[in-house]
């Protein structure tokens, strides 16, 4: 059991003084008690004569020294997490209370959230930054089915997170028609499709049990939420001081490792190829991972694309070879994909005309391996699972933990002949790459003093103020043609994030504060490059910024629409040979037009902008860096070319 701290008067005895002040009164002759506003003359109050045998009223005991709350606090801090981000909610009062008061606030500290979607697309952006799990906690019916959609892209994303929703299981013991409203037989039923595991615990020994098998499970590859439905009466019953209850033990569980045969395999086929190339989805979990993939690149001289779910590789490094996927795939024959979350689809290209077809785009010959933990787990409901793979050598394994194995067996397998022809391939490759560096500069070139600002602007005027700070992006790129990417020098595991993983609007802002949360103490500057539409899901999750103090620069893509969608219903309207010119009704946020400076300042937040002119966009983001500088969020609304 955790310490608490002492209180000079404990609150049973305070009740215990109050319940024996009350019987004094309560015994004390009326005549004694005469009100002073009463005339001299008016008589007194005759008592009762049996007053004095009168037993004093009954007083109710609404306060307990300990409570299940208390306990839950303690094993929850066993697992050393920093934070608990939630919107409060009665079915979770008693945990609540534990935390800030019986725990001080402190492993966990209380984020407050305007909305359970924020609160969990939170916990998803400081995961991919520090690498393990924060809590979270939703109310009942209402918060689990709010914090349903950010717990998809969690778990198409593989992200670890632990949730706990409250609830009032005994049907007898909930107060009003709103607990009943807010109460289920099975809370954790709309989210079992898309949680890793989840539980039940009827008893505190059970809690301790679940929660800390929650947070383990979670942290196994593959990576996911977990949820555990806590009931009402568990955390706000008393509990003894002599209570035996033990916090069990955590003990990690090692990342499922190729087998030897499988990886010996690979690395003839990869050693032998005279064109390979190496297709890095979520390969990287933590900064080894990045390190690891390199070795294993540098060994083979391979080029690799990056589909950037996570910061794999180095975007300056000379093997980095992402902008020529195309043809690379196209002649590759041996093709090597780690984590790669749809492997059909990277070896494949599909059409979207009248009728959809697809066709094969690597070569019939191509010998194909992937190392990927995916095959570890699946469910059938949800179908972000991709369409099924053709692969001569599936290694179903953590791709970072097997790394290191399949890097050694490779170096095992490499002559002195064989290494010079790689080193022939590296100089190739190189030039390569700095011709796709130069093409993209001058394509950055086009429509530079454009009204909207174009955003490959936008990328450059941001890269140029923080280039010599130490920043993270903790933004998605895909939405602004991957200009980022494109133009900046990704170099360590931090400075990316990748997607929501489910494609899921909403996620952007608040999983861009959970990071910043996450960067906070290593005095990182958090830049999110902010989709217009995606703020507007969830916009209180700027005051959560501003309230709690979260240095993170938000540079708004404010396109004033959802282009995305825009551009689906012109390819709608072409095919139906109708026009373009309706598709904008729908799929634009101009009439009347979002002010997102004056919308932050009403939440706490610096706001500068709208910013239309390109040359005022420098300025504007220099200043509101050195908000960031400050310990504060800040936010420039610009406005933007679509894409």
């Known amino acids: 059991m955790g310490p608490r701290r002492k209180n000079p008067v404990s609150r049973r005895d305070f009740l215990k003084n109050a ?48 409570t299940g709350s208390d306990f839950m606090v303690d094993v929850i801090k066993s697992l050393d997490i920093e934070y608990v981000c939630a919107n409060p909610g009665s079915s979770f009062r008693g945990l609540h209370e534990s935390i800030i008061n019986y725990g001080g606030n402190r492993r966990p500290e209380f984020i407050t959230c305007c909305h359970e ?16 799990p924060l809590l979270v906690m939703a109310h009942g019916t209402v918060g689990l089915q709010h914090a349903g959609m950010a717990v998809y892209n969690a778990y198409c994303d593989r992200v670890p997170i632990v949730i706990i929703g409250g609830n009032i299981i005994d049907a007898t013991k909930r107060i009003s028609a709103v607990e009943w409203a807010h109460s289920v037989q099975d809370a954790a039923a709309p989210l079992r499709d898309y949680v ?14 679940s929660t800390v098998r929650a947070y383990k499970i979670a942290m196994t590859p593959p990576m996911m939420p977990v949820l555990l439905i806590v009931d009402g009466e568990l955390q706000e019953n008393p509990t003894p001081n002599d209570a035996a209850l033990q916090i069990p033990k955590l003990s990690s569980t090692g990342p499922p490792q190729g087998d030897s045969g499988s990886v010996a395999e690979a690395a003839r086929l990869l050693v032998a190829a005279e064109n390979p190339v190496l297709i890095a989805g979520r390969a990287a979990r933590t900064p080894a991972g990045m390190i690891y993939l390199m070795e294993l690149a540098e060994a083979l001289q391979i080029p690799v694309i990056d589909q950037m779910d996570r910061m794999n590789f180095p975007t300056r490094h000379p093997l980095n070879q992402t902008e020529r996927a195309g043809e690379l795939i196209a002649g590759a024959d041996v093709i090597l994909g780690l984590e790669v979350n749809d492997f059909w689809g990277a070896v494949h290209s599909f059409r979207d005309q009248m009728e959809r077809t697809s066709r094969l785009v690597a070569r019939p010959d191509a010998k194909s391996i992937t190392i990927s933990a995916a095959s570890l787990f699946f469910k059938s409901n949800y179908q972000n699972f991709q369409r099924y ?88 790129v895909a939405l602004m043609s991957r200009w980022p990417v494109r133009l900046w020098a990704f170099e360590n595991y931090y400075h990316f ?32 490059i902010q989709c217009d539409g ?23 893509h404010n396109n004033r629409g959802y282009h995305q969608e825009l551009m689906q219903v012109q390819i709608m309207a072409n095919r139906h040979s109708r026009g373009i010119d309706r598709a904008t009704i729908g799929t634009t946020i101009s009439d009347p037009p979002i002010n997102y400076a004056k919308l932050a300042q009403s939440m706490g937040v610096y706001g500068d902008g709208p910013i239309s002119d390109p040359k005022d966009l420098g300025p504007a983001i220099a200043r509101a860096i050195q ?17």
């Open 196 to 209: 890793k595991w989840d539980d039940l615990p009827i008893s505190l020994p059970h809690f301790a049990e």
């Open 19 to 66: 319940a024996a002040g009350a019987a004094v009164l309560a015994a004390a002759p009326a005549a004694t008690a005469k009100p002073a506003t009463l005339e001299r003359d008016t008589p007194a109050i005759p008592a009762s004569p049996d007053v004095e045998h009168r037993p004093p009223p009954a007083v109710e005991i609404l306060t307990a020294e300990r």
């Open 389 to 476: 793979p053709e692969v001569d050598v599936d290694i179903a394994a953590d791709a970072e933990a097997t790394l290191p194995s399949l890097t050694e067996a490779v170096k095992r397998q490499l002559n002195a002949s064989r290494k010079s022809a790689l080193a022939d391939r590296r100089v190739r490759l190189a030039a390569a790459h700095d011709k796709a560096l130069q093409r993209a500069r001058d394509a950055a070139a086009y429509a530079w003093d454009a009204c909207p600002i174009s955003t490959a602007r936008l990328a450059a005027e941001l890269w140029a103020q923080i280039k010599e700070e130490d920043w993270s992006l903790v933004s998605n």
């Open 117 to 132: 979607e924020s609160s969990v697309a939170m916990a998803h952006g400081y995961a991919k930054i520090e690498g393990k």
């Open 497 to 528: 994030i990748g997607g929501a993983g489910g494609y899921g609007i909403g996620y952007g802002a608040p999983a861009a504060a959970g990071a910043a949360l996450a960067n906070r103490k290593h005095g990182r500057i958090s830049v999110n």
């Open 627 to 643: 908000v960031v500088k400050r310990g504060e969020p800040a936010l420039v609304d610009v406005l933007t070319q679509p894409r």
């Open 534 to 556: 995606d703020l507007m899901y969830g916009p209180g999750v700027l005051w959560t910024a501003a309230h709690h103090r979260i240095p993170l620069l938000t540079i708004m």
